[in-house]
């Protein structure tokens, strides 16, 4: 395995769970980019936001003052380890797998050459295969100037140290949203967030985008909608930012962060050795094989294969791909159910840890129709249920379902709202198991609680 991220060391789990041998390579932290610099600490960083936009909300409660920066920050610190990997070392070794610290690339068929920190060259030869899981990396688009000004990028802002006052955030996507309302509650008070498209989060329905820019208008960040960055200047060090966009305006800050999006992380992995193109992408089927290899001895799993880059999308293709592994070492079929890929097809579960949060699965309405499903959508206003009005005065959220009219099971599901993560799953097993909209009608919610949503949503398409 080339990467110890989460992807890389459930692979490793399986193979060896299937009685094979394995080695981990990783250069950098064991545990990956998710529990060091994204999914992870993020998450630290939002929740205080989120009990605090909570509390707000409630009569009888109140805060007592801002929130406590340093105290979130030193919670953020506990919950990545410090960022010390010797607990997940540890636990590759428990497996046990071989881990060795180093640059991995490859060095023809199944050879993989690892240079440790030392500069010595080790070789390692895979009996089986070889997985690639070295992940994506955050991409800075080529604006004049911007990368000469040392941008952030979400590894600067998961493990910020000193909040900065005034905030310049380019992107309108997941990790734009997150990371603005997160520095912007710990003290970020000028943030102005530069949006190239018409609406925030532009790959989920459009009232998701809607639902969370009024937030952004109540919480006082400044989202500039229809704009771009032409130029970016950063005289000094350590000195103020400026940023000129499209419309003539000229934006100064102490920090710039860029949210624009991912690219493969396979620089200088070896792949031109091997017949593929040096920058990728790595072209795999339902098992993450690569395709374009001869012998099917090189798998990629997780965002390295560009297909889902989600950190649990990942660990479900490393799953798949570490039992095709050991089914092709044993001679056994792998065309089993179980080692087909369904999920990524189908659709893959998203939470967007914003307030409100934003959660998907599947299709959105526009994606189902043009793949030429026969589609009905239907939604409702959560601030309607009562589970989801006894949290809180106001609520304010929004829930869609889409149908294949066909079939009658759903293609996609949407909830926009406080608290409303805990409907996903059940969304996803409806999506993902095709359940039908007779047989969902019979899973009664629970009063009173938000997920009587499914009620009410059942009964918008005619049940």
Not at 128 to 141: E, K, L, Q, R
Not at 305 to 320: D, E, F, P, S, V
Not at 388 to 406: H, I, N
Not at 414 to 431: E, N
């Amino acid at each position: 395995m080339i990467g110890a991220g989460p992807v890389g060391e459930i692979a490793a789990a399986r193979v060896v769970r299937g009685g094979l041998t394995a080695a981990v390579v990783e250069k950098r932290l064991v545990g990956g980019e998710c529990n060091y610099y994204a999914c992870v600490p993020s998450k630290a960083l939002l929740w205080p936001m989120e009990l605090a936009y909570a509390v707000s909300r409630m009569p009888g409660l109140g805060l007592r003052g801002p929130i406590d920066t340093p105290a979130v920050l030193a919670r953020r610190d506990e919950v990545v380890s410090n960022y010390d990997d010797s607990g997940y070392v540890d636990w590759v070794e428990k497996l046990p797998a071989t881990f060795v610290r180093g640059h991995g690339r490859l060095a023809g068929p199944r050879r993989v050459e690892v240079t440790t920190p030392d500069g010595d060259v080790r070789g390692l030869r895979a009996r089986h295969a070889v997985v690639i899981a070295t992940g994506s990396a955050p991409d800075v688009p080529d604006v004049p100037g911007l990368r000469e000004a040392r941008p952030w990028t979400n590894q600067e802002a998961t493990s910020v140290q000193q909040v900065p006052k005034r905030l310049v955030v380019i992107g309108g996507g997941p990790v734009a949203c997150e990371m603005s309302q997160a520095l912007h509650s710990l003290g970020a008070l000028e943030t102005t967030v530069i949006v190239r498209d018409g609406r925030l989060l532009s790959r989920i329905e459009p009232f998701a985008g809607e639902l969370l820019a009024l937030s952004f208008a109540d919480a006082g960040i400044d989202v500039r909608f229809g704009r771009s960055p032409v130029r970016v200047e950063r005289l000094d060090p350590g000195g103020p930012v400026t940023v000129h966009t499209d419309d003539g305006a000229r934006i100064e800050a102490d920090e710039i962060l860029v949210g624009t999006g991912r690219r493969l992380a396979v620089d200088d992995i070896g792949l031109g050795t091997i017949g593929l193109e040096p920058e990728g992408p790595i072209e795999v089927d339902a098992s993450m094989r690569a395709t374009q290899v001869p012998d099917g001895w090189l798998y990629a799993t997780g965002d390295v294969n560009g297909r889902n880059l989600l950190t649990h999308m990942g660990k479900y293709q490393a799953r798949i791909c570490g039992d095709v592994i050991v089914a092709r070492a044993n001679g056994r079929p792998d065309d089993l159910p179980s080692l087909r890929d369904t999920a990524d097809d189908r659709g893959a579960p998203q939470v967007i840890f914003t307030d409100p949060q934003v959660c998907a699965v599947g299709l959105s309405e526009a994606q189902a129709r043009a793949a030429g499903f026969p589609v009905r959508a239907v939604e409702y206003d959560l601030g309607q249920v009562i589970g989801a009005l006894l949290q809180s005065p106001g609520y304010t959220g929004r829930a869609k379902l889409v149908v294949d009219e066909g079939r009658r099971v759903l293609l996609g599901a949407t909830f926009v709202g406080p608290a409303t993560v805990d409907l996903l799953h059940g969304a996803t097993i409806a999506v993902t198991g095709e359940v039908t909209l007779d047989r969902l009608w019979h899973a009664v919610p629970s009063f009173p609680t938000t997920s009587e949503i499914w009620l009410y949503l059942l009964l918008e398409c005619g049940l």
